[in-house]
């Protein structure tokens, strides 16, 4: 079922990922709170340019065009299911982590108080990071569901099984390069969050529009809370 894979497909998989990578390691020592959005724009960045060399546009990306007035329409619906889907499984990812025993890191080194700092009354601090996440939600989304799902399609095919890895494979990796500062329920929540943004990437006909705005309208309401001082 994985037979005859595309090594073209699986370069530009393997190289960019590990680009992402290294970047923001690189990032890291210099400002780590923002070396993650930092670097990952600067990797779109490169990799737009590389997709408009070589295929000529940004489809691969989840960039496609809304043609259709049938497709301006379905899209409030689908920002708003993708809204409801975010934060269903964030919950439910959540409770199975507390059922598991698993905790949150928070050090001096790690932990979101670490990196985003005590957001509650400070208004400088919450615009900043609304700002950011506007940028860094929408190209998660770009580079985890549009190109990874969609490159991983090109090297294994179009089997059952291949859809399936096609979205397990970026979910993981979603859910790992967000350890470093969540623990391990951060993996467990953002990568249960990735498999179904994952999924609904492929019933949305691999259009990442709507995603892009649900992620940042999540990303942007999560904050807010912090800055009004909720426990949510």
Known sequence: MLTNLNTRALGEFLGFTLFAILLKAAF???FWRFAAPVSLIVVLICLGLYLKHQKG???TLGIVSLAKAKSY???PLQILTAIVVIIATGIAATLLGDALG???IESSAEG???RFGNLTGNTNLFLLWLAIVWIAGPAEELFF???MINTLTEVLGKSGVAAALSVLIPAAIFGAVHMYYQGVQGLITTGFIG???GCLFLAYKRNAWPLMVAHACV???GFTLQYLGIDA
Request: hydrophobic share 50%; proline share 4%.
């Open 102 to 104: 698993l905790v949150e």
């Open 112 to 114: 979101k108080e670490a």
């Open 195 to 197: 498999l179904s943004l």
């Open 145 to 147: 569901r549009g190109f």
């Open 73 to 75: 329409w379905l899209l």
């Open 219 to 221: 990303n942007s309401l």
């Open 57 to 59: 546009d940004l489809t």
């Open 28 to 30: 890291d020592p210099f």
